[in-house]
């Protein structure tokens, strides 16, 4: 067990427990979800880029990387292909830690626009702001942000997407030539970012660098072990090589959370019950005890994982969300009273705690005693 303590100005001090893996418990879990899912064939192979329509739609394979690097894979996870649109999240933490979070946030925004993400209309309907680096328009403008000069913009994003992977990634020249061939809304989209002020490059060149990182060539081994440096506060597992700073992945998740199905993320968000800790528990965060816990730490809990009460019953991500969504007003109250932090305190376990118990009593979910997470020392 992995034993963290938290200490923050005004506030107690926080101890959290992380529980260790079990190996067996997640290679079950993960043959059940191939077993059922190895056979569907449901929608249709992409082809918006020519190269890509050649897909063959019965390769599957899963691969997944715990927070202590272990990882766990079945079926086709040693297939490579090409990235797409999964290295908007990336690029997106690279910029966020290089520039800061204000920074990015004025220039690509992290709202969703509600519409396509290689929609054209979301730009002109919000004056030229992207509104999220999910969508084209958005990581087009993120991409613009690594570096001025082209040929360097294109080096941090490979080595730094590299170092999320663990390993060496190669850009796939074939699939950048058939990308580059039928491009052409994306580069409208930034020659229109352009004339809203939100590239200060060439608008071709940009395009061009957003290209590549698309192309880049991995497997679902590598996504595994990006997404667990992610999930890891920037750190790799597999290398324990800080890529990024834990600010920079935890925006990138909120992001991801918000915005990473497009317009359908939200639909997406209560549909799914992937971080239910029963199905989930190696990994998940557990709070054993929390003397007078702030609104930023309970946050924090939120978005970086599960939360366990005494009885070992845990907040579904749908509870989750629930929550999340709850608890960021009251993070920004916090901020903006520090003279009466414990008052807000008291807020924030009362409307947590009635969240949890309104949300458990509508949809007839078994749980334990949800106070006993807290201590009433506030």
Not at 28 to 41: I, V
Not at 215 to 224: F, G, M, P, R, Y
Request: hydrophobic share 40%; aromatic share 6%.
């Amino acid at each position: 067990m992995l034993r963290v303590r938290s200490r923050r100005a005004g506030c107690h001090s926080a101890c959290f427990y992380r529980g260790s893996s079990h190996p067996g418990e997640i290679d079950s879990l993960l043959g059940d979800a191939f077993a059922r899912y190895r056979d569907a064939r449901d929608g249709e192979v992409a082809d918006y880029i020519p190269i890509l329509g050649a897909a063959d739609p019965d390769l599957f394979g899963i691969s997944l990387v715990t927070a202590d690097g272990r990882g766990h894979a079945l079926g086709a996870s040693a297939h490579a292909f090409s990235i797409q649109s999964i290295s908007k999240a990336f690029v997106y933490a690279l910029v966020c830690d290089a520039l800061g979070h204000e920074v990015v946030h004025e220039r690509v925004g992290v709202n969703n626009t509600g519409l396509p993400f290689n929609s054209v209309v979301a730009l002109e309907l919000n004056a030229g702001s992207p509104m999220n680096p999910m969508v084209n328009a958005g990581a087009i403008a993120t991409t613009g942000l690594v570096d001025a000069d082209a040929a360097a913009a294109w080096e941090k994003i490979q080595s730094g997407l590299s170092a999320f992977g663990g390993r060496d990634l190669l850009l796939d020249e074939e699939v950048f030539g058939s990308e580059m061939v039928t491009n052409q809304r994306n580069r409208a989209i930034a020659h229109l970012l352009s004339s809203y002020g939100r590239l200060d490059q060439d608008a071709l060149g940009v395009v061009s660098t957003y290209t590549k990182q698309c192309a880049l060539s991995v497997t679902t081994a590598d996504l595994a072990v990006m997404g667990a440096t992610l999930g890891d506060g920037g750190v790799n597992p597999v290398t324990g090589d800080r890529v990024g700073s834990a600010q920079a992945a935890r925006d990138t998740l909120s992001v991801l959370a918000s915005c990473g199905m497009y317009e359908r993320s939200g639909s997406g968000s209560l549909q799914s019950d992937c971080l239910r800790s029963q199905e989930y528990r190696a990994g998940s965060w557990r709070c054993r005890r929390v003397r007078g816990p702030s609104p930023c730490i309970l946050l924090r809990l939120m978005r970086r994982g599960t939360v366990s009460a005494g009885s070992g019953s845990v907040l579904s991500s749908r509870e989750r969300l629930a929550c999340t969504s709850l608890l960021q007003p009251l993070a920004l109250q916090q901020r903006a009273q520090r003279h009466r932090p414990q008052q807000v305190g008291r807020n924030c376990r009362s409307w947590l705690l009635t969240v949890i118990q309104s949300y458990r009593a509508a949809n007839a979910v078994p749980g334990g005693q949800w106070s006993a997470c807290f201590s009433p020392k506030f």
